[in-house]
């Protein structure tokens, strides 16, 4: 069996990159995309605002303090995942092997792509001159590996838009004084445990006893050997192929501490709708709705109530969020709310039998496909009308009339 050939690529300072592609007044300057919100944090910064100190996770009053001529920009998803679209589009021209690890790095298996386009150093060249020529000013590291493990290494060791090569014959050297915390799945409390029995290197983690790595990391210590090894067998695994979701989820900290139950009540019928569009769009049913509430203390609740039925229709998220919220006594003003859905199937095809359900459904379609097109919530349910002050509003006409409202998963008043 011939050796794999593995690259990883990850795009430099992503969101930044595609602000200061779309608006070149942003080109050349220190920016920060952050969220939309007060308590927002740095999710990218540019290389430029990099130079003075400001990182990912930062707040952004941290961020002005460090560079005050910090530009900040509220950061749009649909943009980010178009490119990311885009990029994937680029990749499968030269292998159909493609893994999407996130929105701004993926891994490829060029071992079969060779004789088609020539050595590794020419594919990777080829991919990021087809960046720049579709995607303007974007760059990218890519790293080129035997295993997965080892290409990530390499994306991460020459940064902006590098190309490093790690070939089988170097593998021994590099790994003998690297430090255990450069490999991907070794963060901080990890380090800390193999500080602790005098590990600091790869080299010094592929020689320890295995028996001491299982007594204190459990069967993951065996793992942590090989990977000090530079010894890793996980396969590129395209989208195609993924497994499928366990839940599908949304949250969202508030701009502040919040007590008013329908003010509460509106922010969970918006995440039950961004669930439920992510449900729809991947095709995917679930049961089991979980309410999440974090307060003021950073104490975090969760409760969760299983449907008598399979849904991804976002008011029957939302009313079964709803009643897990009423049946709650805030003891405190919530900082951030969370819903998700889990017990997942797909591929299940839903006739709808009465005419309010295949209204029902028609209307959900149509906002899907609008708000697909021209962004999240340019068509929104009335209840949201205050807080997003939209023209574009269908109103759930199948609501029933009266006081009281029946959640049909659940038969439920």
Known sequence: ??????????????????????????????????????????????????????????????????????????????????????????????????????????????????????????????????????????????????????????????????????RQKDINKLMEHLPVKELCGIGQQIESHLAALGIKTCGELGRASIQVLKNQFGVMGERLKRMAQGIDESPVIPMEQEPDAKSVGHSMTLDRDESDREVLEHHILQL????????????????????????????????????????????????????IFHALRLRQPVRLAGVSVHNLIRNIAQIPLFRTDKMKQAATRAMDEINDRYGDFCITWGTLIERYHHKGVISPSWKPNGIKCVNPLTNKT
């Open 1 to 166: 069996m011939s050796e794999k050939i593995i690259m990883h690529i990850d795009m430099n300072a992503f969101f930044a990159s595609v602000e200061q592609q779309i608006n070149p007044a942003l080109r050349g300057k220190p920016i920060a995309v952050i969220g939309s919100n007060e308590r927002t944090v740095v999710t990218t910064s540019s290389y430029e605002a990099r130079a003075y100190g400001v990182k990912t996770g930062m707040t952004k009053y941290e961020a002005r303090r460090l560079c005050p001529h910090i530009i900040l920009v509220p950061g749009t998803t649909s943009r980010y995942t178009d490119t990311c679209r885009r990029l994937v589009e680029i990749y499968q021209h030269y292998t159909p092997l493609v893994e999407v690890y996130s929105i701004d790095e993926a891994f490829l298996d060029i071992t079969g792509s060779l004789p088609l386009f020539g050595n590794t150093e020419m594919i990777a060249k080829k991919i990021k001159m087809d960046i720049r020529e579709n995607l303007g000013r974007l760059t990218c590291s890519i790293g080129i590996a035997p295993n997965k493990l080892l290409a990530k290494l390499g994306s991460d060791m020459k940064k902006p838009d590098g190309l490093v090569i790690i």
């Open 272 to 323: 039950s709708e961004m669930v439920g569009r992510r449900l729809r769009r991947g095709g995917y049913l679930g049961r089991t709705i979980t309410l999440t509430l974090r307060y003021a203390d950073f104490s975090t609740f969760t409760r969760r109530s299983t449907a008598r039925i399979y849904t991804n229709d976002s008011i029957d998220i939302y009313l079964i969020a709803q009643e």
